[in-house]
């Protein structure tokens, strides 16, 4: 066995970041999880722990949390850097169409239905995705069984990743005090997107203030990139509008040995937004900000944007 060493998690775990589903708090059936048999299934990781752990190569950390059943739950204690809409991202298997979970903070359900699509195999992984509204600070969240599917569990979990909002929300700037920003971006340069010259401020999840490395990645030179610095949890690139914009469609050229999953999410006040891929096909979004998350796929690879063209 590979005895789980509980190491004290001061203040909770990080969100942003990836949390280990078999990392749940300590504490035991009743206070940390509730799971519907005694043994440790799969034997692995917390051997003296009911909650069904097994060893899998093909699982974030080796370890995937397994047997789930109908009413069992999963506690972490976790620490919330900004408060506000995350997305959340479950790594999941199931040989047949799995149940349905949901997440809860502080007992209350922040993700609605999640389901576990059939992937194929116990150990063919996929990403469900949602959305949680999560409020700052040390916080308990909860992951929780709601229900079979034909094979009789909900599924296999792996992680789950959250990525947060920009730490600070994008606010129109001038476009005026920036020279070169704005010659790149005057209506009469060259264009290939047709909201260019209505950019006016991006930011990106290095955090720099002013943070002028994300415009990069929106100047119409793909000769420069934006790349994200190496960190936990995934990225993002958020970019504000000086109105609101009919958006169609995002184009994003990569650079070499870029991570490319992403999402786009789109909003016209900053505080709600809506998945870009959620709008119909042929329609437009009405949209004043954009927000690009890219999740840490563990492969090591960061993003490199060389541009983004929205249209
Ligand atoms: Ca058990
Ligand atoms: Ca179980
Ligand atoms: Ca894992």
């Known amino acids: 066995f590979d005895y789980f060493q509980l190491t004290e998690v001061v203040g909770g775990l990080a969100v942003p970041g990836t949390i280990q589903i078999e990392n749940f708090d300590a504490g035991g059936e009743g206070v940390a999880y509730h799971d519907t048999t005694v043994a440790n299934e799969g034997g692995a990781y917390r051997p003296t722990e009911r909650v069904d752990i097994a060893a899998s190569t093909g699982a ?50 922040v993700s609605g239905t999640l389901t576990v699509p059939n992937t194929g195999g116990w150990f063919t992984w996929t990403t469900v995705t949602g959305q949680v509204n999560l409020t700052a600070g040390v916080h308990v969240l909860k992951l929780v069984m709601d229900a079979v599917g034909v094979t009789t569990f909900v599924g296999n ?11 600070v929300a994008p606010e129109a700037r001038s476009v005026s005090s920036r020279a070169i920003i704005n010659a790149l971006h005057s209506p009469s340069a060259p264009s290939t997107g047709l909201t260019r010259s209505w950019l006016v401020d991006v930011r990106t999840s290095d955090d720099v203030e002013p943070d002028e490395a994300g415009w990069a990645a929106v100047d119409g030179d793909a000769t420069t990139a934006w790349v994200g610095q190496a960190g936990a949890g995934g990225w993002w690139l958020a970019m504000a509008y000086g109105r609101v914009l009919s958006v169609r469609s995002v184009d994003i050229l990569f650079g070499e040995d870029s991570l490319t999953n992403s999402m786009v999410l789109f909003s016209e006040d900053a505080d709600q937004w809506t998945n870009l891929k959620d709008v119909p096909a042929g329609s437009a979004a009405a949209a004043r ?14 993003p490199s944007l060389q541009e983004i063209n929205v249209k």
């Open 289 to 302: 900000y954009l927000w690009l998350i890219m999740p840490d796929d563990g492969s090591g690879a960061v």
């Open 60 to 109: 974030s950390n080796g370890y995937l949390v397994g047997w789930t059943k109908l009413g069992e739950w999963l506690k972490y204690t976790v620490n919330v850097a900004v408060p506000g809409l995350h997305i959340v991202r479950i790594r999941v298997a199931s040989l047949l169409a799995g149940g349905t979970f949901h997440i809860e903070q502080d007992n209350v359900n």
């Open 157 to 167: 979990f792996d992680q789950m990743t959250l990525v947060g909002p920009p730490a």
